[in-house]
Nanobody
Framework: QVQLVESGGGLVQPGGSPRLSCAAS????????MGWYRQAPGKERELVATITRGGSTKNADSVKGRFTISRDNAKNTVYLQMNSLKPEDTAVYYCNALIVNGAEFRYWGQGTQVTVSS
């Protein structure tokens, strides 16, 4: 059994800089690409950023220059440093990971709400 547990969300003022964390636990041989997605009310889930095991990253255009994804392979944890938050960043943020345990499977976290409001 594998679990992804996110933390770090909440109510943030515009311009704030929270950091989200997502820790994977359970029966894990290795973790390939990890990422963050978000879903705003009434919208489809969208990619925010991904990071490979080797550290190569990809960001959505909407967050380039403001959000930074990183990971600690020893802790099976991925982070999302969010800077200069805007109201349109309000969404539920989901962690995602490709985890190898015999075969490769995609796992999702339960989501953490980030609300940007003054």
């Amino acid at each position: 059994q594998v679990q992804l547990v996110e933390s770090g969300g909440g109510l943030v003022q515009p311009g704030g800089s929270p950091r989200l964390s997502c820790a994977a636990s359970g029966s894990i041989f290795s973790i390939n690409t990890m990422g963050w997605y978000r879903q705003a009310p009434g919208k489809e889930r969208e990619l925010v950023a991904t990071i490979t095991r080797g550290g190569s990253t990809k960001n959505a255009d909407s967050v380039k220059g403001r959000f930074t994804i990183s990971r600690d392979n020893a802790k099976n944890t991925v982070y999302l440093q969010m800077n200069s938050l805007k109201p349109e960043d309000t969404a539920v943020y989901y962690c995602n990971a490709l985890i190898v345990n015999g075969a490769e499977f995609r796992y999702w976290g339960q989501g953490t709400q980030v609300t940007v409001s003054s």
